[in-house]
């Protein structure tokens, strides 16, 4: 069985300098920033996170973020590389291939899966908050309102008070209005203002930082189950049988000797059939390296670039390169409706599932009222709107974590994929979601309009949750 291994990370190359923790031009290196924040606070955040149940239970995870968080506060000026790590923390070789080994990939994204269930089980707990971004190694610590520094002047030296000026002795006192000095309570109003004003602008700044915050959160809770396992994660795509015109079709009808002699010329040009011509079963041969649609490779593009930048390791398996058995061993992106028998088997029962009657292809919502939704042809028979659904099986009868991306035609199925692989789709999609929808089954109904072949962008219609 042939299959194609997509394994995509981190490039072992510096990336761009971090930026300092507080805001600091400081001249120093890229972690110098540690320096002016408090290194015995964010140890006594590592000690409670190492010995919460989310880390407890993996000393792996334990090690991966006391290593990473140490290197930080050391004040390493090097950027970390994954093959620093792999052959500090995994006894590789200094010189290993990280495209091939993906050991510290995969455990980067099983730490900022715990990271996250940890702080959503502490939310605003913490004076300092460790988190390790995607695309990177090197931890950030976000510190709260409270423990920004406060900056107490210098008191300046005592001066000599200058001698009132004297009035002359023909100035009438009475024309003279002295600036009254500020009282105790005009100050006290001025401090109080000065304190809410801050209070206001902290919590601001939290909100939008949380708002911002919030749509990755999202996406990490939908993709959090595929870490349940070391195993790959297979992205499965359909290839339905094709055929074309055999060369002895071709050359029948060609117009000029030699018109399709190349294999060039008959893979890009049709042959000059008339509607009425006569044609039999040995004029159309079966070609094995076709069949695979194009919003369908643009969909299993989107997902596996997702997994390579959150560490998990995937394999592309197309047509006849997977069974059942492969579904039950391994989580995996079953890609594709009708032209999918394994889509078709695992969603048929579900809240929105495929349907066909008389060669129309539509998805159906279960129930008595249940809604049905067709693809738009134009005059020419060119599909203009298609559907699509994201199904995400927590369990599903394989017994393992599967994501289905399907639509009525390929077009849908990229339009599916595209909410599924987008933090803003998601949290738009799940924004009324029960609290504890990360645990739970999901389905997406999305719908795409569709110009020149090109699906546009994708939009939500319907969630079930359940």
């Known amino acids: 069985m042939n299959k194609l291994s997509s394994r995509i990370g981190k490039p072992d190359s510096p990336g761009d300098p971090m930026p300092d923790e507080v805001g600091l031009h400081t001249g120093q290196s890229e972690f110098s920033a540690v320096e002016v924040l408090d290194p015995d606070a964010v140890t006594h955040e590592l000690q409670l996170i190492l010995a919460s149940p989310f880390f407890r239970s993996s000393k792996r995870s334990q090690q991966f973020l006391t290593y990473v968080v140490q290197y930080r506060l050391d004040g390493n000026e090097e950027p970390l590389k994954e093959r620093t790590i792999g052959s500090d923390l995994f006894n590789r070789p200094a010189d290993y291939a990280t495209g091939d080994d993906s050991v510290v990939r995969v455990q980067a994204g099983e730490v900022r899966r715990r990271l996250e269930q940890y702080y959503q089980a502490h939310p605003g707990n913490s004076q300092v908050r460790i988190e390790m971004p995607l695309g990177s190694y090197a931890p950030e610590f976000h510190w709260g309102s409270a423990t920004v520094p406060v900056v107490t002047p210098i008191a300046a030296e005592a001066e000599v008070p200058e001698p009132e000026p004297t009035l002359p002795a023909n100035h009438a006192a009475e024309n003279i209005t002295p600036f009254p000095p500020p009282s105790n309570k005009r100050i006290q109003r001025y401090a109080v203002g000065l304190v809410i004003a801050a209070v206001l602008l902290a919590a601001l700044a939290g ?25 790959p994660l297979l992205i499965c795509l359909p290839k339905p049988i094709s055929y074309r015109p055999s060369i002895a079709l071709y050359n029948r009808h060609a117009r000029t000797p030699g018109e399709f002699d190349s294999e060039v010329d008959r893979m890009n040009n049709r042959p000059p059939l008339q509607p009425d011509d006569k044609l039999v079963w040995s004029d159309m041969i079966e070609y094995p390296d076709l069949g695979v649609g194009k919003g369908d490779v643009a969909a299993a593009i989107r997902l596996s670039s997702l997994l390579g ?49 008389h060669a129309v292809f539509r998805i159906q919502e279960q129930g008595a009222q249940g809604r049905n939704w067709y693809a738009d042809l134009d005059r020419n028979g060119q599909i203009i709107v298609d559907y699509g659904v994201v199904s995400r099986l927590v369990n599903s009868g394989t017994g393992q974590f599967m994501l289905a991306i399907a639509g009525i035609t390929s077009d849908g199925s990229e339009a599916a994929a595209e909410v599924a692989t987008s933090p803003e789709g998601l949290a738009m999609a799940l924004r009324n979601a029960p609290p504890d929808w990360n645990r739970k089954n999901v389905q997406i109904l999305v719908k795409t309009s569709v110009s020149d072949g090109i699906a546009g962008p994708a939009q939500v219609v319907a969630v079930y949750v359940w």
Do not use: C
């Open 207 to 231: 909100f939008l930082i949380q708002r911002a915050r919030a749509p990755q959160a999202v996406l990490n809770q939908f993709w959090s189950p595929i870490f349940a396992t070391s195993k």
């Open 309 to 357: 930048r959150i560490g998990k390791e995937s394999e592309v398996r197309i047509g006849n390169e997977y069974s059942f058995e492969d579904l039950r061993t391994s989580p995996s992106i079953i890609i594709g409706a009708f032209s999918n028998r394994w889509t078709m088997e695992m969603t048929s029962n579900l809240h929105f599932a495929f349907k066909e009657d």
